[in-house]
């Protein structure tokens, strides 16, 4: 099960939400198409950052605002699809990763949303967004110190009590990370900003043809979430057998 926490919802009620849970996952680098397709998004979002600077985008300013509403500073902790803009800005292309990853960021660059891909072996039992207490644990990639997010922050925490992502969607968890071993997921598209219901739908619907041309082998079922409807039922083990979608 994946749900927002009220307080977060009564809190942010124009969080908008795509979750998509899929097993029978085969991951690894990316197929040239995808990889190809990947590159030609990249060189898309480079010319739409020619008319209209990341900060002015309206799905980044709304990001900024919510981090800055929970006491975090929106330019020293960026949000993640915004760090991705300017890596992307910066260096002129990301390389490609593994197919999860290089799926998760297509669809970030193309909407301009966070998108996390959490591997559900790091996971354990249900995921929940919530308002940090301070006493969680998360590690953060590349590190294995423990760590503690600071009370009053939005993070993804598990059943217990592990952190998978700081800050709401500032940094993923060492051991949420995709890896090669990876069959399950569990990805999430978020948005915040006035077109957030309707580019949420189409993110969702783009990410679940895009695990069907490059993981045609596996299962997936997705919905919708918003504050009037915060949670997601996604554990693998429901997932029936066939491609399902629910809204």
């Known amino acids: 099960?994946?749900?927002?926490?009220?307080?977060?919802?009564?809190?942010?009620?124009?969080?908008?939400?795509?979750?998509?849970?899929?097993?029978?996952?085969?991951?690894?680098?990316?197929?040239?198409?995808?990889?190809?397709q990947y590159r030609a998004e990249q060189a898309a979002?480079?010319?739409?950052?020619?008319?209209?600077?990341?900060?002015?985008?309206?799905?980044?300013?709304?990001?900024?605002?919510?981090?800055?509403?929970?006491?975090?500073?929106?330019?020293?902790?960026r949000v993640a699809v915004e760090a991705l803009h300017r890596r992307l800005q910066k260096a002129g292309g990301i390389p490609s990763i593994n197919t999860l990853v290089d799926i998760g960021n297509l669809v970030s660059i193309r909407y301009a949303v966070p998108v996390a891909v959490f591997d559900q072996s790091g996971l354990t039992g249900s995921l929940s967004v919530r308002f940090a207490t301070g006493t969680e644990r998360f590690t953060d990639l590349g590190s294995?110190?423990?760590?503690?997010?600071?009370?009053?922050?939005?993070?993804f925490v598990d059943q217990n009590d592990d952190v998978c992502a700081r800050r709401w969607c500032w940094r993923q968890s060492a051991q949420s990370a995709t890896r090669a071993e990876t069959t399950a997921a569990l990805i999430t598209i978020e948005a915040l900003h006035d077109d957030a219901e309707s580019d949420v739908e189409v993110a969702t619907s783009e990410l679940e043809s895009l695990?069907?041309?490059?993981?045609?082998?596996?299962?997936?079922?997705?919905?919708?979430?918003?504050?009037?409807?915060?949670?997601?039922?996604?554990?693998?083990?429901?997932?029936?057998?066939?491609?399902?979608?629910?809204?």
């Open 1 to 36: 099960m994946f749900a927002y926490d009220p307080a977060v919802t009564e809190r942010f009620p124009a969080i908008r939400a795509g979750v998509v849970g899929a097993v029978d996952l085969v991951n690894g680098p990316s197929p040239a198409e995808l990889v190809d």
């Open 45 to 77: 979002a480079l010319k739409r950052l020619e008319e209209t600077p990341i900060s002015e985008m309206p799905s980044i300013r709304a990001w900024r605002r919510a981090f800055s509403a929970f006491g975090v500073k929106p330019t020293q902790h």
């Open 144 to 155: 294995t110190e423990e760590q503690h997010p600071e009370p009053g922050e939005v993070i």
């Open 211 to 247: 695990l069907e041309l490059y993981q045609g082998q596996c299962r997936y079922t997705g919905q919708i979430l918003s504050d009037s409807n915060p949670t997601a039922t996604l554990h693998p083990y429901w997932i029936s057998t066939g491609h399902t979608s629910s809204s």
